[in-house]
């Protein structure tokens, strides 16, 4: 007899999931260590390593870790999720360039920040729309993400560097962060 | 009617939408069902990207409040055969 696999939910919603309560912020991010979530998409590692370095060289943040997701149309696998909730301080996944991984990136940075996590979710800004239906969907209309400028898989590594730098104003102030180094 | 509270039309209102289709391969059109709604479909071109769309309830969230400042609610959406299971 064929095995059945569990299906996954594509929204990520789940019982005891309305909770719309943001996680407190750290205000530095001093020592903290970041988790960068990286959903397979291109250039998002890039874009990732490199917001991660200027908290690190401007705001004195500790180190970085990278994960990847397996499928970037749905949310993080929970015990993905586990294992970065506790091994970091704060988060940042990226990139939803697409409807299903915009759709999913706002969805993982809501589980983030309902177990505890500050995170970013990053977009593109032609699925603006996306993200903003999952965060409805997932009972937390008001949750704040960032969307860079569309398209990003198709840039060169400095074009990826110049959107990560147009995105730091907005990534500390989504994590709360009001001190520098 | 002021101009500040027209309706929206139908395809005002989901032109964002469209282009945001546009971008992974996908064509949106819509027909109404009844006077008061409408039915949004959803095709594949030959380069879609089978991955890329949204699951079918936050495909009738966005619809849902994008035909908010039109005088027609959503009926369903109707994606391509391929994503409807």
Known sequence: ?181 | MTEATKPQTVDEALQQFTDMMAADGYVLSWEPSDPQRIVVRIDATEGACADCLVPVNVMEAIMAKALEPTPYALDHVILPAEAAH
Do not use: W
Request: hydrophobic share 40%; glycine share 8%.
């Open chain 1, 1 to 181: 007899m064929a095995q059945l696999e569990a299906l996954l939910d594509p929204t990520g919603m789940e019982a005891g999931a309305a909770d719309t309560t943001l996680s407190p912020r750290p205000v530095s991010l001093k020592g903290l260590t970041i988790g960068l979530l990286d959903n397979t998409k291109p250039n998002s590692t890039l874009l990732l390593e490199t917001i991660a370095a200027q908290l690190q060289d401007q705001y004195g943040a500790g180190e970085a870790r990278l994960y990847t997701k397996d499928y970037f149309g749905t949310p993080v696998k929970q015990t993905l999720l586990e294992e970065i909730v506790r091994e970091c301080d704060v988060v940042i996944t990226a990139v939803g360039d697409c409807g299903s991984c915009s759709a999913a990136t706002v969805a993982d940075g809501i589980m983030f920040e309902r177990a505890g996590v500050p995170t970013v979710s990053i977009t593109s800004d032609s699925f603006l729309m996306s993200g903003q239906a999952m965060a409805s969907v997932q009972g937390f209309p008001g949750f704040d993400f960032y969307a860079v400028k569309h398209p990003m898989a198709s840039l060169t590594a400095e074009e990826v560097r110049e959107r990560a730098m147009t995105a730091m104003p907005e990534v500390l102030r989504i994590l709360g962060v009001e001190e520098g180094r």
